[in-house]
Each structure stands twice: as structure tokens, then as C-alpha cells.
């Protein structure tokens, strides 16, 4: 079994390199976003309490995110390698919560891939991303704000991954499949 987070700031290409990854290592992508965007199509009582959240750029609550999570990998245990966390835990409370599902699910954490982009790059990434998929939440009003919440929380959180040896730092810049190489090249060592 390989479980994997991704973990950066929005834009850095956490999805697109999940994407990648799980086809490879045939991992179920539990992308945070992609969850809750799912959710929302088909819950309209958390449509009304969410969306208007991930809209503004704030992040939804913690209990919310976990009980999703824990609800997927209940429907899919035995029928991946895997799981790839993108875009959760975003922050140390996150991270221990995390720990405890997987525990609970008996599923032992390999190691956390931290994407490094320069917010240039970051706010390109987002601008070409809207005009793509038309995502509401893709604007430089809402990436400000999720970079800022995101630079308030990563320290704790890259101290904590660090601390228990599962860090790996990751060249986010550069062509998709030169980033995947990257990635796949520290994953053959994990």
C-alpha cells in the first residue's frame, strides 16, 4: 500500500500531478476540492452551507471535511493501492485528526509530497485554470486569501510532517511531466 498527501499552496499543481500518480500507482485521488464540489451537486443542505464558504475563499470546517473522507474510504477499502490526499490536512488540527482516521482504518502514511511555487507562478497557474474550467473560485481576490490562510497554517504543519520523517520537498516549477518525474523519483525512495 502507498498513501501519499500532497500538500501546497492553490495552484501548484497538486491535481494535476494526483492525477498522474494515481494512474501510475493506482491510488484513489481524495482531492478536498473535488469532494466538496461533488458534494454539493448532490447535497443540497451542504450546498447551502458550503458553497457560499468555498466561494469567499474560506476553508470548510474540519469535522465536515473528515466525515466525507472517512465515508470514501469506508466505500472503497480493498479496492485501490492506496490513497492520495490532495489538499488535506491544510493545517496541524487537520493533520492529527487525519492520523487518527487512518489509524482507525489501519492505513500507515508513506510520505507527504510539499510543492515549492513562487506566488507568480501561483496566480498565472489560477488565471489560466479560470479561463479553462470556469471555476467561480479561481481570482486573484480569492487566491490572495487562500494563500494567506495557507501561509498561516503550512509552518505548523510542515514542522509536524517533518518531525515524524515524512516530508519530501518537491521542485513544483517546470513542465508537468518534469515535475512528475520529480515526484515519481522520490517516491521510488520512499
Same mark, same amino acid.
Given at each position: 500500500?502507498?498513501?501519499i498527501?500532497?500538500?501546497? $499552496?492553490p495552484g501548484?499543481?497538486?491535481?494535476t500531478?494526483?492525477?498522474?500518480i494515481?494512474?501510475?500507482?493506482?491510488?484513489? +485521488?481524495?482531492?478536498?476540492g473535488d469532494i466538496?464540489?461533488?458534494?454539493? /451537486?448532490?447535497?443540497k443542505?451542504l450546498a447551502?452551507n458550503?458553497?457560499?464558504?468555498?466561494n469567499?475563499?474560506?476553508l470548510v470546517?474540519?469535522?465536515?471535511?473528515?466525515g466525507i473522507?472517512?465515508?470514501i474510504?469506508?466505500?472503497?477499502? *480493498?479496492t485501490?493501492?492506496?490513497? &492520495?490526499?490532495?489538499?488535506? $490536512?491544510? *493545517?496541524?488540527n487537520?493533520?492529527i485528526?487525519l492520523?487518527?482516521?487512518l489509524k482507525?482504518?489501519?492505513i500507515? &502514511? *508513506?510520505?507527504v509530497?510539499?510543492? @515549492?511555487?513562487?506566488?507568480s507562478?501561483l496566480?498565472e497557474r489560477?488565471?489560466? /485554470?479560470?479561463?479553462?474550467e470556469? /471555476?467561480?473560485? @479561481?481570482n486573484e481576490?480569492?487566491?490572495?486569501?487562500?494563500?494567506?490562510?495557507y +501561509? @498561516?497554517?503550512a509552518?505548523?504543519?510542515?514542522e509536524h510532517?517533518s518531525? +515524524?520523517n515524512l &516530508?519530501?520537498k518537491?521542485?513544483g516549477?517546470?513542465?508537468?511531466?518534469?515535475?512528475?518525474? /520529480?515526484? *515519481?523519483?522520490?517516491?521510488?525512495k520512499s
Open positions: 500500500m502507498m498513501n498527501i500532497l500538500f501546497g $499552496p501548484a499543481g497538486k491535481g500531478q494526483a492525477k498522474m494515481c494512474k501510475k500507482y493506482n491510488l484513489l +485521488h481524495l482531492s478536498t466538496l464540489r461533488e458534494e454539493i /451537486r448532490n447535497d443542505l447551502n458550503v458553497k457560499e464558504i468555498i469567499s475563499g474560506k470546517s474540519d469535522e465536515i471535511i473528515i473522507i472517512d465515508k474510504i469506508s466505500k472503497n477499502k *480493498n485501490y493501492s492506496g490513497y &492520495l490526499f490532495d489538499g488535506f $490536512p491544510r *493545517n496541524k487537520q493533520a485528526l492520523t487518527s482516521l482507525k482504518n489501519e500507515k &502514511l *508513506n510520505s509530497l510539499l510543492f @515549492d511555487v513562487n506566488e507562478v496566480l489560477i488565471l489560466s /485554470r479560470k479561463e479553462i470556469g /471555476r467561480d473560485d @479561481d481576490d480569492v487566491l490572495t486569501s487562500r494563500l494567506k490562510v +501561509h @498561516d497554517e509552518e505548523p504543519l510542515i510532517y518531525s +515524524h &516530508l519530501k518537491i521542485d516549477i517546470g513542465e508537468i511531466n518534469e515535475v512528475n518525474q /520529480r515526484i *515519481n523519483l522520490v517516491l521510488g
